[in-house]
């Protein structure tokens, strides 16, 4: 038994050195198509070869496409079998959701160390030699898999010393019907990302690569197909850190104080159940020891399925893109004609009333109630007198306005396919908040679906707590200066109709 693996491993060496040496298309190393190629693509010039296709793109940003990339169809075969059998890790957060590989040097199989054998020697050599970019030793590679509703969102690949990116795929007969194309985005003013203008269909044996910088803005669209799987290579070229500039720093939302407003309208909107103080204290008590509850059915019947149909009915100018596709992808209520309730439900999470009842709810210094009549009873209502903001800027740092007490932000947002936000590096943690998301659905939601709002710690991947939406629910969560949150991408398995969701952020104390 011993001597027949022996001569087998024998075998197998013999095999790798006369099989297992990856070679690109000899009529890529040709010098006339090196020197016209690396032309193109240095002078930002678009350029496609007529007998290769290989083509220069420069529009949004440079990056190239080359077909029949390797020479020997049979050798791609033996390293797609050896990478289908390699274990995959499920990657899944705010930016992606795929199955990946370990690194390529990790990796057994003959066929695979010959191709990370070529990417570290010959590939890089005729990378540095096409772009003009000094590249060091370093290369990184892994083996990525999407099947159906996984995705890449939005990024754009900066990290310390990567300088070029790359994509060498290994799908089967693959069409834009599929999904899983990498879309190419254009920059605003700001240098954020824009609109996708470029979209690339993966192809069997075929390479894409382009320079990371600030621009650089892609994603891989999400998968369509439910019987395909979109395989690939992929990784970077490290060399001298580029120096990228300072992020852009989005100006903050504008923060409103509690309004005054009669005591109508939350009355007629809210389920008097929680108006009960019995009920308002069990739900304190569960609050305090878990910072996060859902308060179901909190609007009234009739006042409920009013706010959906007019979201149903609303005109589709009356709701704006709210982006960039980096930071998040969803629509802004910004019209309300037509949204009768909708207009009196935002009133109502922006009162007075709205921050008194809240407080009682979770235990949170809110508000400082006073008690008014209505209808000849005593009822609880602020002082308004006690929440303010400051007129003017800090005179000491010329800072923007500095706030006083309790404030939030109300908006009304709609979420459908391909809707999501993500946590970024310049989110502000340097307040606590409560999050009070009301959310309109038609029917049961389910975290497969994606579309849930997922609280993490800064810097941290596990999530803290995991909010799927319901109908007619409001869910009321406590944050942390250390806790962010992102709602995951909708995929295409959600309904069609999708959710709304009536979103108010404020600010406040633990009693």
């Given at each position: 038994?011993?001597?027949?693996?022996?001569?087998?491993?024998?075998?197998?060496?013999?095999?790798?050195?006369?099989?297992?040496?990856?070679?690109?298309?000899?009529?890529?190393?040709?010098?006339?198509?090196?020197?016209?190629?690396?032309?193109?693509?240095?002078?930002?010039?678009?350029?496609?070869?007529?007998?290769?296709?290989?083509?220069?793109?420069?529009?949004?940003?440079?990056?190239?496409?080359?077909?029949?990339?390797?020479?020997?169809?049979?050798?791609?075969?033996?390293?797609?079998?050896?990478?289908?059998?390699?274990?995959?890790?499920?990657?899944?957060?705010?930016?992606?959701?795929?199955?990946?590989?370990?690194?390529?040097?990790?990796?057994?199989?003959?066929?695979?160390?010959?191709?990370?054998?070529?990417?570290?020697?010959?590939?890089?050599?005729?990378?540095?030699?096409?772009?003009?970019?000094?590249?060091?030793?370093?290369?990184?590679?892994?083996?990525?898999?999407?099947?159906?509703?996984?995705?890449?969102?939005?990024?754009?690949?900066?990290?310390?010393?990567?300088?070029?990116?790359?994509?060498?795929?290994?799908?089967?007969?693959?069409?834009?019907?599929?999904?899983?194309?990498?879309?190419?985005?254009?920059?605003?003013?700001?240098?954020?990302?824009?609109?996708?203008?470029?979209?690339?269909?993966?192809?069997?044996?075929?390479?894409?690569?382009?320079?990371?910088?600030?621009?650089?803005?892609?994603?891989?669209?999400?998968?369509?197909s439910t019987e395909k799987i979109r395989m690939s290579i992929s990784g970077w070229f490290y060399g001298q850190p580029f120096d990228y500039p300072h992020p852009y720093l989005e100006p903050p939302a504008d923060l409103v104080i509690p309004r005054k407003a009669l005591l109508d309208i939350l009355f007629d909107c809210v389920n008097p159940r929680y108006f009960d103080l019995d009920v308002q204290g069990e739900i304190q008590r569960q609050f305090e020891e878990e910072s996060s509850l859902e308060l179901e059915e909190f609007l009234l019947e009739e006042v409920y399925t009013a706010a959906v149909r007019e979201i149903e009915a609303s005109a589709r100018d009356?709701?704006?893109?709210?982006?960039?596709?980096?930071?998040?992808?969803?629509?802004?209520?910004?019209?309300?004609?037509?949204?009768?309730?909708?207009?009196?439900?935002?009133?109502?999470?922006?009162?007075?009333?709205?921050?008194?009842?809240?407080?009682?709810?979770?235990?949170?210094?809110?508000?400082?109630?006073?008690?008014?009549?209505?209808?000849?009873?005593?009822?609880?209502?602020?002082?308004?007198?006690?929440?303010?903001?400051?007129?003017?800027?800090?005179?000491?740092?010329?800072?923007?306005?500095?706030?006083?007490?309790?404030?939030?932000?109300?908006?009304?947002?709609?979420?459908?396919?391909?809707?999501?936000?993500?946590?970024?590096?310049?989110?502000?943690?340097?307040?606590?908040?409560?999050?009070?998301?009301?959310?309109?659905?038609?029917?049961?939601?389910?975290?497969?679906?994606?579309?849930?709002?997922?609280?993490?710690?800064?810097?941290?991947?596990?999530?803290?707590?995991?909010?799927?939406?319901?109908?007619?629910?409001?869910?009321?969560?406590?944050?942390?200066?250390?806790?962010?949150?992102?709602?995951?991408?909708?995929?295409?398995?959600?309904?069609?109709?999708?959710?709304?969701?009536?979103?108010?952020?404020?600010?406040?104390?633990?009693?």
């Amino acid at each position: 038994l011993q001597r027949k693996t022996t001569r087998r491993a024998s075998s197998g060496s013999a095999s790798k050195a006369r099989r297992f040496t990856f070679e690109m298309n000899c009529a890529y190393k040709t010098d006339g198509f090196r020197n016209t190629f690396s032309t193109a693509l240095r002078d930002r010039m678009p350029w496609t070869d007529a007998s290769t296709g290989a083509t220069v793109y420069v529009d949004p940003f440079p990056c190239c496409v080359l077909s029949n990339f390797l020479s020997d169809d049979t050798l791609l075969s033996q390293l797609e079998d050896e990478l289908k059998a390699e274990t995959f890790h499920q990657k899944s957060n705010d930016l992606y959701k795929f199955w990946q590989s370990d690194d390529l040097r990790e990796c057994r199989g003959a066929a695979i160390s010959g191709l990370r054998d070529f990417l570290v020697s010959d590939l890089r050599d005729w990378m540095q030699d096409m772009t003009g970019i000094s590249l060091t030793e370093q290369v990184d590679a892994t083996c990525s898999k999407y099947s159906s509703t996984d995705t890449l969102l939005c990024h754009d690949d900066e990290l310390e010393g990567r300088r070029i990116a790359f994509i060498f795929y290994l799908v089967p007969g693959w069409t834009e019907s599929d999904g899983g194309s990498l879309d190419l985005f254009s920059v605003d003013e700001h240098g954020q990302p824009n609109k996708v203008t470029k979209s690339l269909v993966p192809k069997w044996n075929s390479i894409v690569f382009f320079e990371v910088s600030p621009v650089s803005f892609h994603q891989v669209a999400e998968v369509l197909s439910t019987e395909k799987i979109r395989m690939s290579i992929s990784g970077w070229f490290y060399g001298q850190p580029f120096d990228y500039p300072h992020p852009y720093l989005e100006p903050p939302a504008d923060l409103v104080i509690p309004r005054k407003a009669l005591l109508d309208i939350l009355f007629d909107c809210v389920n008097p159940r929680y108006f009960d103080l019995d009920v308002q204290g069990e739900i304190q008590r569960q609050f305090e020891e878990e910072s996060s509850l859902e308060l179901e059915e909190f609007l009234l019947e009739e006042v409920y399925t009013a706010a959906v149909r007019e979201i149903e009915a609303s005109a589709r100018d009356a709701w704006k893109l709210k982006g960039p596709a980096n930071k998040r992808n969803y629509e802004e209520l910004n019209c309300f004609v037509g949204c009768r309730t909708i207009e009196k439900l935002t009133l109502l999470f922006q009162s007075e009333l709205m921050f008194l009842l809240l407080s009682q709810l979770t235990g949170l210094e809110l508000s400082d109630g006073s008690c008014v009549e209505r209808n000849g009873e005593d009822v609880c209502c602020d002082r308004s007198s006690d929440l303010h903001v400051c007129d003017g800027s800090d005179p000491a740092t010329g800072s923007p306005p500095i706030r006083l007490g309790p404030c939030c932000v109300v908006c009304v947002k709609r979420w459908s396919h391909g809707s999501y936000t993500l946590v970024r590096d310049t989110d502000r943690t340097d307040t606590f908040s409560l999050d009070a998301s009301l959310f309109m659905v038609k029917r049961d939601w389910v975290s497969d679906y994606g579309g849930y709002v997922s609280y993490v710690a800064k810097d941290e991947d596990e999530e803290l707590l995991t909010v799927v939406p319901k109908p007619n629910a409001l869910a009321l969560v406590y944050r942390d200066k250390e806790t962010l949150k992102f709602v995951k991408h909708i995929n295409s398995s959600a309904p069609s109709s999708g959710f709304s969701k009536q979103q108010r952020e404020m600010g406040g104390r633990s009693r």
